[in-house]
């Protein structure tokens, strides 16, 4: 500093000028760095701050939104998306496209005024789901490291790839996983994107507004979704070879990959031994015209039979804008079924999607039950869980026990998803009938009852063994049990070349007559032989494993009952998973 300022204020005259060489002599290369590192991060931590500030004041501006209509919307929403807290919506007119704000004490949904009045409910839909999918991701978390991170990496070109990339793919997962939802279609979801995409006021800091150089890619990720629904984006995996210093923000970016990937491997499964993940749309070509669905299915099994690899079930149909017939058929092995039906010349794929619980029950028209594995149940496929009692009101006076089941059917079967069964009847102290039956859904059973003014609900509780024996008046048999599997299950190390047989042992003597060892694709072993019985309580299988390979199959299944002891009591479906080394 002497020498600075010997050469800015000479008592012989004018101060010198200093060349760029002479600043560098006195403060070193290092030195100027170092100012200009510490002014960068200054600057960039008061753009953050100023950011925040404008985010602030936007929301203080804002007004709340008190709409009914499009509250159950969004609460609908939440309900789709799962374990996501439920935002307040506001409006303002300094916006021109939905945001999400996440930095108060409960999260918001900012609307613009202009649409909030002429947003149809299908887009209005599609928005809420987006908004709410940023929340149930903590993407605004993701987002704060990000900018934080750039408070120290804001010099370094990659950081600012990285913070690009880092939004779209949190943007490009979200709108994977609203369609993976099955509630909104990649059709109207791109052109609500479009419409929104018309231009926008003020982005707010850590927010998610569609930038119009980023709608292009992500609708092309939407339209890949509709066409391979396992889509997986990749577009991160070439950050990771930035330089040390920039692995911390590569970890923020390979976050929102990460997320994205697991949202498509976590894919939900139907309830059986199955497992199906998916749903294939398929309809006639050319001039085949199928009269019935048997048509339409034949035609597919002709070549679906030669494939033992493609698992399939819960085949339905319906009818297309033209009253064309179309089918609909579940797997877990969506590659091998799009095989099949491209290059069958009489069908047309239309889709295979991911399967999600709602589509699945729309699908087949039937309700998927939650049960609680600790509860008892009843040992069918099944499974009632509680028991109700009920009775007839003042004025009804059934005379058969029929007369009081019909009364309960007139409202019980319109609804669809309370399955019951077991009914039975008896006389109460004034020898008047009283009604009981079983069920999975007792909060639906009990809306069902208290709805009929010619019924009483007298009580309903959880079913026990000793209860549903009363109840029914029949003993229960015990299932045999499985006291030993050769291979162990979920054995990691076992010997492929030296392991010819798979053997089950039960704790009874069995009925020799039939077996069920079920499943089948790659994961099944290869059979060269048929399964045979050595003594009455062990079956083998003959195998012939391979090296480094995980498999799995069952020991009886939903459909499939052969191991059964010789008073016909099945074994309860066991999966039998090991792997060899």
Request: proline content about 6%; glycine content about 8%.
């Amino acid at each position: 500093m002497i020498a600075f300022r010997d050469a800015m204020i000479s008592p012989d005259g004018p101060a010198d000028v200093l060349s760029v060489w002479d600043v560098l002599d006195i403060f070193g290369v290092f030195g100027i760095l170092g100012v200009l590192f510490v002014s960068g991060m200054l600057l960039f931590s008061l753009l953050l701050f100023y950011g925040v500030m404008m985010s602030r004041r936007l929301m203080f501006h804002a007004r709340p939104f008190p709409d009914r209509e499009s509250q159950e919307a969004l609460l609908a929403g939440a309900k789709v998306l799962q374990n996501v807290s439920l935002p307040i919506l506001f409006t303002s007119d300094r916006v021109k496209s939905p945001t999400v704000w996440c930095w108060g004490l409960h999260p918001a949904v900012l609307l613009p005024e202009e649409l909030t009045a002429q947003m149809p409910a299908e887009e209005r839909d599609a928005v809420f789901l987006h908004e709410l999918a940023h929340i149930t991701r903590r993407d605004h978390l993701t987002a704060l490291f990000c900018r934080l991170s750039g408070v120290l990496l804001f010099w370094h070109p990659l950081y600012w790839l990285a913070l690009w990339l880092s939004d779209l793919l949190a943007d490009e997962a979200c709108d994977l996983l609203v369609l993976s939802r099955g509630t909104v279609s990649p059709g109207n979801y791109s052109e609500t994107l479009l419409k929104l995409a018309a231009g926008e006021k003020y982005k707010p800091a850590f927010q998610f507004l569609s930038r119009k150089e980023k709608i292009m890619r992500r609708i092309n990720t939407i339209f890949d979704f509709a066409d391979r629904p396992n889509l997986a984006t990749s577009g991160s995996s070439r950050l990771w070879t930035g330089t040390v210093v920039l692995l911390a923000l590569l970890f923020c970016v390979g976050l929102a990959f990460c997320q994205e990937v697991k949202q498509e491997q976590e894919l939900w499964k139907t309830p059986d031994e199955m497992g199906y993940t998916h749903l294939a749309l398929f309809e006639p070509a050319g001039d085949f015209d199928p009269k019935a669905p048997q048509e339409l299915l034949d035609k597919l099994n002709e070549t679906l039979s030669k494939r033992k690899d493609i698992p399939t079930g819960y085949f339905r149909t319906g009818q297309d804008k033209e009253l064309k017939l179309v089918g609909r058929i579940c797997t877990n092995n969506p590659e091998g079924l799009k095989e099949v039906i491209e290059p069958i010349p009489d069908l047309k794929l239309v889709r295979i999607g991911a399967l999600t619980e709602a589509i699945f029950e729309r699908h087949t028209g039937q309700k998927v039950i939650k049960r609680d594995p600790s509860a008892w149940h009843t040992p069918d496929e099944v499974g009632h869980t509680h028991l109700a009692i009920f009775k007839p009101a003042e004025g009804f006076g059934p005379k058969t026990p029929q007369e009081l089941l019909n009364k309960l059917n007139e409202t019980l079967l319109k609804r669809g998803n309370i399955v019951t069964g077991y009914f039975r009847t008896g006389q109460d102290g004034e020898k008047k009938l009283v009604g009981r039956i079983c069920t999975n859904g007792p909060e639906g059973l009990k809306e069902v009852i208290e709805s009929i003014p010619e019924l009483k609900l007298v009580e309903i509780g959880a079913l026990t063994e000793a209860i549903f024996e009363k109840h029914t008046g029949q003993k229960l048999a015990k299932a045999p049990v499985i006291v030993k599997l050769e291979p162990a299950n979920d054995a990691t190390d076992v010997d492929a070349a030296a392991v010819k047989e798979l053997r089950v042992t039960f704790d009874r003597d069995m009925n020799t007559g039939g077996s069920s060892w079920t499943g089948g694709g790659e994961s099944f072993p290869e059979t060269p032989g048929k399964p045979k019985w050595i003594d009455k309580r062990t079956c083998v299988l003959p195998v012939k494993l391979q090296p480094g390979k995980s498999y799995t199959l069952g020991i009886n299944s939903k459909n499939f009952k052969n191991f059964k002891s010789k008073d016909s009591t099945p074994v309860e479906p066991v999966v039998y998973t090991f792997s060899t080394k």
